[in-house]
Structure formats: structure tokens, C-alpha cells
């Protein structure tokens, strides 16, 4: 069955997307990547070298461009001037690339999104023709309101970036799915497989990931499993789940006509 995840008018057969910091070199980079089977990549503009230094590897010498679909980000940025600036150099370094991903931070404890700045940006790099997926919040009156101003992909935390905490607020997340049109992509807090399956299970469209795989005792491994959980949790929902009954057994084998029984 064909079950792409469509991102401002492209198809993706992975639904995982993944992040290349924090591992401890780029051979490792490159095999947990390839590991995930993600085809989206998303690239930390202040933290990686993509060109803008010369004399120093490029990421894009093991993670080219005619293989995967660069997502430059902002991470790092705490003002919407700050975050359109970083963006508007990835388009130069990129030739023009215009899929982006948006995050303006609150501050460099928490790394909550700050949504005030958020909007702000996103409406100048909308208007100057970026398509840009958005982190925020899980709050379901932004997100509709980040959808309105045309951004292509809202992006909710399921827990605050690098917590592992999982999935804290299912409920809002399902909000924000009934509210908008465009995917929903989990975005930062997951820790293991399970967290990841549960986020598809609940209707997600993706799940874009970083330090769970990269901090893992074997990030290889790890993206492996992250990869099978994204597709089990797709699976699962697409299936649908049986419902829940409190209080009320049903065995799986038929009773009747069990040997022994009084008719």
C-alpha cells in the first residue's frame, strides 16, 4: 500500500526524519542516517559546516544533496531576526534550497520555543518564499495560526529538546491534528523506540529525532529501531486499534462447543 508522507508537494516513504549533531564523527554520522532510512536530514546552520568554511569538512560531503532532502534549521536562534538571517545563509550555501525548518528558542535552559518570536519569523520567511516546517509549541491555537501563515509542516514538542521524557501531552497533540491540514511532525523529547511508535500511533505524520539516536550507547542500533518503530506505529494506526473495554474480558477462541462444556 503507497503511504508517503507528503511535505509542501513531495513525497517521502520514510517517515522518520533525523538530525545530524552530537555524534562523535561524521563516519558515525553517516551510518546512523543511513540506519534510520530517513530521506529528510535536518542540519544545524550555526553548529555544521555546509560550505561556509572552507577549510574545514563539509557535512555534505557524507550526506550530499542528491541523496537526501537537506533541512536547514535554526537551532541555536533566541529572535526572529536572528532565525531569518541564519535561513536566508542557508539559501545562499544551498543554491537557493527553500525547505527549512524554524525553531526560535526561549532561552538555553529549557530550549522552549518561543512562540511570540516564532510567528514573527515564520511570517518573513513565508512572505520571502520559504517553505518552511515549523517548531512550537503544543499549544493548538499556534499551530493553527503558524498554518495559517503558510508554513508547510507544524512541528509540536512532545517533551523539551534532549529530555527523552517521551510523549507528555497526548491529548494536545491530538488537538493540534483534528485543527490542521498540513503534517504534524513530532519534534524533540523522544528517548527510545517506543515513544516513537506511540507518536505514529496516535495519528502523527512523522517524527523528527536527534539526540535519542545520537546519545544512544550504540546510535547505530538505535536508528535501526527508530526506523522500525516509525513504521510499526504507522502500521498500527492505519489498522486501527480495537477499542478499550474496561471491566469487560472477551476471550480470543470461541467458547462455544468447548469439550466438556454442559450444552
Known amino acids: 500500500m503507497k503511504d508517503n508522507l507528503t511535505i509542501a508537494g513531495k513525497d517521502y516513504r520514510s517517515?522518520?526524519?533525523?538530525?545530524?549533531g552530537k555524534y562523535k564523527d561524521f563516519k558515525e554520522t553517516k551510518a546512523s542516517v543511513e540506519a534510520s532510512g530517513a530521506e529528510i536530514i535536518t542540519i544545524a546552520i550555526r553548529r555544521s559546516n555546509i560550505g561556509q568554511n572552507p577549510n574545514e569538512?563539509?557535512?555534505?560531503?557524507?550526506?550530499?544533496?542528491?541523496?537526501?532532502?537537506?533541512?536547514?534549521n535554526t537551532a541555536g536562534c533566541y529572535s526572529a531576526e536572528d532565525a531569518v538571517r541564519t535561513l536566508r545563509l542557508?539559501?545562499?550555501?544551498?543554491?537557493?534550497?527553500?525547505?527549512?525548518k524554524l525553531e526560535v528558542l526561549g532561552d538555553p535552559q529549557s530550549l522552549y520555543p518561543n512562540v511570540i518570536?516564532?510567528?514573527?519569523?515564520?511570517?518573513?520567511?513565508?512572505?520571502?518564499?520559504?517553505?518552511?516546517?515549523?517548531?512550537?509549541?503544543?499549544?493548538?491555537?499556534?499551530?493553527?495560526?503558524?498554518?495559517d501563515i503558510g508554513c508547510v509542516a507544524i512541528m509540536p514538542l512532545a517533551s523539551l529538546i534532549g529530555s527523552g521524557m517521551g510523549i507528555l501531552n497526548p491529548w494536545n497533540l491530538q488537538l493540534i491534528m483534528e485543527r490542521v491540514q498540513v503534517p504534524v511532525i513530532?519534534?524533540?523529547?523522544?528517548?527510545?523506540?517506543?515513544?516513537?511508535?506511540?507518536?505514529?500511533?496516535?495519528?502523527?505524520?512523522?517524527?523528527?529525532?536527534?539526540?535519542?539516536?545520537?546519545?544512544?550507547?550504540?546510535?547505530?542500533?538505535?536508528?535501526?529501531?527508530?526506523?522500525?518503530?516509525?513504521?510499526?506505529?504507522?502500521?498500527?494506526?492505519?489498522?486501527?486499534?480495537?477499542?478499550?473495554?474496561?471491566?469487560?474480558?472477551?476471550?480470543?477462541?470461541?467458547t462455544a462447543g468447548i469439550i466438556g462444556s454442559v450444552r
Not at 196 to 225: D, R, S, W
Open 117 to 147: 518570536e516564532t510567528i514573527s519569523a515564520a511570517k518573513t520567511l513565508v512572505s520571502e518564499g520559504f517553505q518552511v516546517m515549523v517548531y512550537t509549541s503544543d499549544d493548538p491555537i499556534i499551530a493553527k495560526q503558524l498554518e
Open 57 to 72: 569538512p563539509s557535512l555534505l560531503e557524507i550526506l550530499p544533496p542528491s541523496k537526501y532532502t537537506l533541512l536547514p
Open 186 to 254: 513530532v519534534d524533540a523529547g523522544v528517548g527510545t523506540a517506543s515513544d516513537a511508535a506511540i507518536a505514529m500511533e496516535l495519528g502523527c505524520n512523522g517524527v523528527l529525532m536527534n539526540t535519542a539516536i545520537a546519545t544512544a550507547q550504540q546510535p547505530i542500533l538505535m536508528a535501526a529501531a527508530m526506523k522500525q518503530a516509525v513504521e510499526a506505529g504507522r502500521s498500527a494506526y492505519l489498522a486501527g486499534r480495537m477499542p478499550k473495554k474496561f471491566y469487560s474480558a472477551s476471550p480470543s477462541s470461541p
Open 90 to 100: 542557508a539559501r545562499e550555501l544551498l543554491d537557493g534550497h527553500c525547505l527549512v
Open 15 to 20: 517517515r522518520l526524519l533525523v538530525g545530524t
